[in-house]
């Protein structure tokens, strides 16, 4: 995901102890009962949490959630669709890599994302964006750096040392084949903006995440057909974003209703019920195409919101006719969902309650991609919010506020561990009655 058009959906359903389904948002005959034929214990598997759920506890100020999640911290946690790996689990592992999604997975969530683009022989792999290999990838370190549309141009210094023009770059899954794309290596996604080669530029890691899982022989890049075997064989659903392409279409006779159709005809050519699979677009005759051509499917289609700002958001109205278009689920970005009260407590948003008047289910994008809170100015994510966030701990309040106020069925993270302790440990209580402050 990145900052994109959402989706809607209805206030009820909020999660459970154990698994949190998007069922009771769209009719239940589509949504599957369970995670997968087998369960973690039968494959073995066990979810793990590492360390970062109790040090967030620890860190949040005092008082009633506090001490009903610190209650919890012993408890063995549970798989939970209430969960969703945001590109896996890309806070330390490289985006959209084999990698990333088993980390996810191990991690506790029940849904894990694919972001869909194509390659140049019209094969679906999973990129956030098409035009992202520069700073996602290892190819400016390789032969294929020859294939990007802007090739390196570094950065421009002043002599006091200011930056003039940041380094750039900028190459394209359409410009190479399946067989050269799977010759990449992920990275974690970033660029040194003062980089004056091209070693420079792939060594740009913030220091809040790590390269530790992105050396030579990780790092693995996956077509949008291994995601789906991967994700079978884990037992999880599945969540894939058809992705804006960077080329004009059609692209070489291929449509946007051919690369709509590709996305959902490679879940159907892999047995995958539609119960298991949530399509997302920002572009809303996306989301259409698929209601109204493949409405299994379509049925749980998300849209996503695009808005920068809360000035740019929909209107009740114009949230009406979505929802009157069919479509059952919209995802705005966390800051469109949160307000402010007189106490500087979080609230549900204007936005949001206006998204349960109309009857959409709701999925908030995406926790974690901001770095430490601590330090002020926590950006995009946290617009409307942030003069209430100090510290690290109060994310666990975001998600709060999030699940039994706003009432959103599930939650993209970066760290889905963070999201799945919160989802094992709390039951859904609405118009909750302790305060932070």
């Given at each position: 995901m990145g900052t994109m058009r959402q989706l809607a959906g209805k206030s009820i359903a909020l999660?459970?102890?154990?698994?949190?389904?998007?069922?009771?948002?769209?009719?239940?005959?589509?949504?599957?009962?369970?995670?997968?034929?087998?369960?973690?214990?039968?494959?073995?598997?066990?979810?793990?949490?590492?360390?970062?759920p109790q040090y967030l506890v620890n860190d949040m100020e005092e008082g009633a959630l506090k001490e009903e999640l610190q209650a919890c911290l012993d408890k063995k946690p549970k798989r939970t669709l209430f969960s969703i790996g945001?590109?896996?689990?890309?806070?330390?592992?490289?985006?959209?890599?084999?990698?990333?999604?088993?980390?996810?997975?191990?991690?506790?969530?029940?849904?894990?994302?694919?972001?869909?683009?194509?390659?140049?022989?019209?094969?679906?792999?999973?990129?956030?964006?098409?035009?992202?290999?520069?700073?996602?990838?290892?190819?400016?370190?390789?032969?294929?750096?020859?294939?990007?549309?802007?090739?390196?141009?570094?950065?421009?210094?002043?002599?006091?040392?200011?930056?003039?023009?940041?380094?750039?770059?900028?190459?394209?899954?359409?410009?190479?084949?399946?067989?050269?794309?799977?010759?990449?290596?992920?990275?974690?996604?970033?660029?040194?903006?003062?980089?004056?080669?091209?070693?420079?530029?792939?060594?740009g890691t913030a220091d809040w995440r790590t390269d530790l899982y992105s050396g030579p022989d990780s790092g693995t890049l996956m077509t949008h057909a291994e995601s789906i075997a991967l994700f079978r064989k884990l037992g999880v659903k599945m969540t894939p974003e058809l992705k804006a392409p960077s080329v004009e279409m059609p692209f070489d006779g291929f449509t946007q209703e051919d690369f709509a159709r590709k996305m959902i005809d490679e879940y159907r050519a892999a047995g995958v019920p539609a119960r298991d699979v949530y399509p997302q677009s920002f572009n809303r005759d996306d989301v259409l195409y698929w209601i109204d051509n493949d409405p299994a499917f379509g049925r749980q289609a998300v849209y996503l919101e695009d808005a920068g700002s809360p000035g740019e958001l929909p209107d009740l109205a114009e949230l009406n006719e979505d929802r009157a278009s069919g479509i059952n689920i919209v995802a705005p970005p966390i800051f469109a969902l949160l307000a402010l009260d007189a106490d500087n407590n979080l609230v549900p948003s204007e936005y949001a309650e206006n998204l349960k008047e109309s009857g959409f289910g709701i999925i908030a994008w995406s926790l974690e991609r901001s770095g430490m809170l601590a330090d002020g100015d926590n950006g995009f994510y946290y617009q409307t919010i942030d003069e209430a966030i100090s510290r690290e701990g109060d994310v666990m309040e975001v998600i709060d506020t999030l699940a039994r106020d706003v009432g959103v069925s599930g939650i993209f993270s970066d760290w889905p561990a963070t999201v799945s302790f919160y989802a094992s440990c709390v039951k859904p209580s609405r118009n909750r009655t302790h305060r932070r402050r």
């Open positions: 999660i459970t102890a154990i698994v949190i389904g998007l069922g009771s948002i769209v009719p239940s005959q589509v949504i599957a009962s369970d995670l997968g034929k087998k369960s973690d214990r039968e494959r073995g598997h066990s979810v793990q949490l590492g360390p970062r945001h590109r896996g689990a890309p806070m330390q592992f490289p985006e959209h890599t084999r990698e990333s999604y088993e980390a996810g997975y191990r991690m506790g969530a029940g849904i894990l994302e694919c972001d869909v683009t194509f390659t140049r022989d019209k094969e679906l792999v999973c990129r956030h964006a098409q035009n992202d290999l520069a700073t996602t990838t290892n190819i400016l370190l390789t032969d294929l750096a020859d294939t990007c549309v802007k090739p390196f141009t570094p950065a421009v210094i002043a002599d006091d040392g200011s930056l003039v023009s940041p380094a750039s770059a900028e190459c394209r899954t359409s410009e190479i084949t399946l067989t050269e794309f799977r010759s990449l290596r992920g990275k974690m996604d970033a660029f040194n903006p003062r980089a004056q080669t091209p070693e420079e530029f792939v060594d």
